[in-house]
């Protein structure tokens, strides 16, 4: 009896070896898989795709500041413009009592957890005398192309107010310059005017004029993430690089006050009512909501701002107050950026 106990041993020792050479078989088929069959040039563009939906997410929590949460964020478009394009759902039967109720509305067809935006643009009617018996209608679309959405003429006699999404990985344009492309995603629901005139700069061939004129680094007021030091001065420096958006031959009104919140590193935002820029290297708290924020720059292009922070500068006074501006001024184009189904290709950087 007990040799028969011997001799089962070497039998389930068998078993287990044949059975841990398998594991490693499989391991070794399914990483060489997996290296097979990644396309050898998307490396970097997929890692850059992924940036952009993480992005999409961090601009939710980038706009929802705590005054806004109990709104449930920025919902805002413009007045007196109508937006054409294909109904997703039909204004006639679907009414609200507020243009940013219709804006929700759109938003919750727009989580990108699911696949691409089945809204992307909505329009509403809320002037009870204008509308009539259409007061309140939400009409809700899908562009063709939501960077530049099929629209009537605007003007007084338009009752409408229309407003855009940007879902992940869209609305995104890059500000380029000899030290590389920062990639800025817009926020249109916070800052439409704004955003609609970076659009229009967008159909320029050249942005003549655009450039950055002014760099102050973080000093040492701030650390690598923006956070203000503690019993360190808030400046100068002043952590930000500051430009213009002017393009030569184009005339420029200026931009209304739009949605201010707190000012963070990778903001990008209106010196008073433009064409003066300015994209932040840190969390600026003690501006409080002075600036208009229409954008951020991604984390990971943050190096590039940095680098043009560093240049060299020669010292400056504004209104009593010490900057330091470029010896020589970077200039800079927005181009239109695509990935994935046509609407963003981030290799192409």
């Known amino acids: 009896m007990g040799r028969k106990g011997n001799e089962s041993e070497p039998t389930r020792w068998g078993f287990l070896i044949l059975l841990l050479m398998g594991l490693v ?87 990108g957890n699911d696949g691409p935006c089945l809204c992307d643009s909505w329009v509403f009617c809320g002037n009870k005398e204008a509308c009539g018996d259409k007061f309140g209608e939400c009409w809700l679309k899908k562009q063709k192309d939501v960077l530049f959405p099929d629209r009537q003429d ?105 949605h201010c919140p707190i000012v963070r590193r990778g903001s990008i935002a209106w010196v008073g009512s433009g064409p003066e820029f300015f994209i932040s290297l840190a969390n600026h708290e003690e501006w409080k909501n002075s600036y208009t924020v229409f954008g951020f720059v991604l984390p990971e292009d943050m190096v590039i701002a940095e680098k043009i922070a560093q240049l060299p500068t020669k010292p400056d006074v504004w209104s009593n107050i010490n900057v330091s501006v470029l010896e020589t001024n970077v200039p800079l184009k927005i181009q239109r950026i695509k990935i994935g189904d046509g609407d963003e290709n981030l290799s192409a950087n």
């Open 25 to 111: 078989s499989f391991s070794v088929v399914y990483i060489f898989m997996t290296s097979v069959l990644r396309p050898p040039s998307s490396l970097s563009s997929n890692s850059k795709v992924y940036s952009l939906e993480y992005s999409a997410g961090i601009a939710e929590g980038y706009v929802e500041q705590s005054e806004l949460k109990s709104n449930g964020g920025c919902c805002k478009g413009i007045e007196n413009v109508e937006l054409w394009g294909d109904a997703v759902k039909w204004g006639t039967d679907f009414k609200f009592n507020s243009s940013e109720q219709c804006c929700r509305a759109c938003k919750k067809m727009c989580t």
């Open 154 to 258: 605007g003007g007084n006699k338009v009752m409408w107010t229309s407003g855009i999404i940007f879902g992940r990985g869209k609305g995104i344009v890059g500000f380029e310059t000899e030290y590389g492309t920062l990639h800025v995603k817009l926020l249109p629901d916070c800052s439409p005017h704004s955003v609609a005139y970076i659009t229009e700069l967008l159909t320029l061939r050249h942005c003549a004029g655009c450039h950055f004129y002014r760099a102050e680094s973080r000093g040492q007021s701030w650390d690598i993430n923006g956070n203000h030091i503690n019993d360190a001065s808030f400046g100068p420096p002043f952590a930000l690089i500051q430009g213009t958006l002017e393009a030569q031959g184009t005339a420029f009104n200026g931009i209304q006050t739009e």
